[in-house]
T-cell receptor
Framework: GAGVSQSPRYKVAKRGQDVALRCDPI?????LFWYQQALGQGPEFLTY????????KSGLPSDRFFAERPEGSVSTLKIQRTQQEDSAVYLC???????????????FGPGTRLTVL | AQSVTQPDIHITVSEGASLELRCNYS??????LFWYVQSPGQGLQLLLK??????LVQGIKGFEAEFKRSQSSFNLRKPSVHWSDAAEYFC???????????FGKGTRLSVIA
């Protein structure tokens, strides 16, 4: 079946522009995560949704970052007034379970590589 | 704070040689441990995971990992490396529920003929 998809795969933005990154999780997956992966680093958590509810946004680096999942499926990560330090790969992951107990496997998309000039 | 350490940034092995990638985690409670692989331009693919039970776990592509509580380690091994194994490998730890994974910085594996 289809995995997690993300679009666009590559995005170049001028400093100060707003960008929107899309994630289509595996159909029926309840949980959705966003991670940021800087060059040469491991992914770092940004935010987590259970269905349409954003349960954890502790990893968002500033109020310029905003994420939503209004219907509990597709999610969008928006970055306002982009800055050079926002350049990274943004990964989306989904899992089938809603939470508690043993964690479920997170399935990752290919990521969106954002370059801010 | 929870953390994962992968002490080797880059490892080069000859094709056919054995491989061990190191991973140490810091956390007091029982961790749930994962190894992911990332090829250039690709997302993360799960190789294997440890939740409980047998401390030696088998994964895809001939990989295995051993959980050693006394050493807080979860090292990844493969007895014979293939050129297609060249990639970035990430160790990660998760906890109860759908908490976010905490990743190490990764180990880049190069395979030479």
């Amino acid at each position: 079946g289809a995995g997690v998809s993300q679009s666009p795969r590559y995005k170049v933005a001028k400093r100060g522009q707003d960008v929107a990154l899309r994630c289509d999780p595996i159909s029926g997956h309840v949980s959705l995560f966003w991670y940021q992966q800087a060059l040469g680093q491991g992914p770092e958590f940004l935010t987590y949704f259970q269905n349409e509810a954003q349960l954890d946004k502790s990893g968002l680096p500033s109020d310029r970052f905003f994420a939503e999942r209004p219907e509990g499926s597709v999610s969008t990560l928006k970055i306002q007034r982009t800055q050079q330090e926002d350049s990274a790969v943004y990964l989306c992951a989904s899992s089938s379970k809603p939470g508690q107990g043993i964690p479920d496997t997170q399935y990752f998309g290919p990521g969106t590589r954002l370059t801010v000039l | 704070a929870q953390s994962v350490t992968q002490p080797d940034i880059h490892i080069t092995v000859s094709e056919g040689a054995s491989l061990e990638l190191r991973c140490n985690y810091s956390y007091g409670a029982t961790p749930y441990l994962f190894w992911y692989v990332q090829s250039p331009g690709q997302g993360l693919q799960l190789l294997l995971k440890y939740f409980s039970g047998d401390t030696l776990v088998q994964g895809i592509k001939g990989f295995e990992a051993e959980f050693k509580r006394s050493q807080s380690s979860f090292n990844l091994r493969k007895p014979s490396v293939h050129w297609s194994d060249a990639a970035e490998y990430f160790c990660a730890v998760g906890y109860s529920g759908n908490t976010p994974l905490v990743f190490g910085k990764g180990t880049r594996l190069s395979v030479i003929a």
